[in-house]
């Protein structure tokens, strides 16, 4: 699937954004989304065990567990392919997150809100509508397609950019390799398209 340039925003559009969201009761999903890339399942569905250290590096694990693995064998909301498995390590900017979302248990980092079928169900539909206010691009995938393109365009390795989205099989083959490569690239993202200044006390 190629990358959709007319769902690629901003940094003013992302800023945005990033003060609509602040205000809503998930906002942590959003931030996650917004720096990763990472499919909305794939980030409502972690743990607070799957915040862990990877390498030296806070990460994200995106694997499947019960109640949601591989959405390929039939479980809703699951992971979406075999590349969908990874470590994602997080800019910097998100440590405060990171540290208050951890924990060594397997308890939900983002329990499941009245009536949802999935993971995320009634956030996706909050940030559509967040969206459709602010005039930006719908659809939690203009996070995807807005990293692809910003780092794609920045000389970003093509192969990195899909290791951090999971668009390339990489839990096995890049931890030593290529880890490293994917910090400094998310580190880049988190330059060259910033959050909101005023939020940055927000995440903390």
Known sequence: KTVDRNKSMSTEQLQAMDAEMAKDPQSDIYWL???TGARL???AGLRKCDFLIKNDYKCIAIQPHEGRGLGTNGQSGGLKTSNSLRFVPLPSCLDGLWKRLQAQTDEPAFTRTSKER???ENYRRRQRDASIRLKLPTGTHAFRDTIHQALID????PDVVKMITGKKLSISDYLHA???NMKETIERYAEIRPMAISQEEHLS
Do not use: M, P, S, V
């Not at 920045?154 to 390795?157: F, I």
């Open 118 to 120: 999935t993971w995320g």
């Open 178 to 180: 290529n880890l490293n």
């Open 41 to 43: 399942q794939e980030i």
């Open 154 to 157: 920045d000389g970003a390795h």
């Open 33 to 35: 989304q917004r720096f």
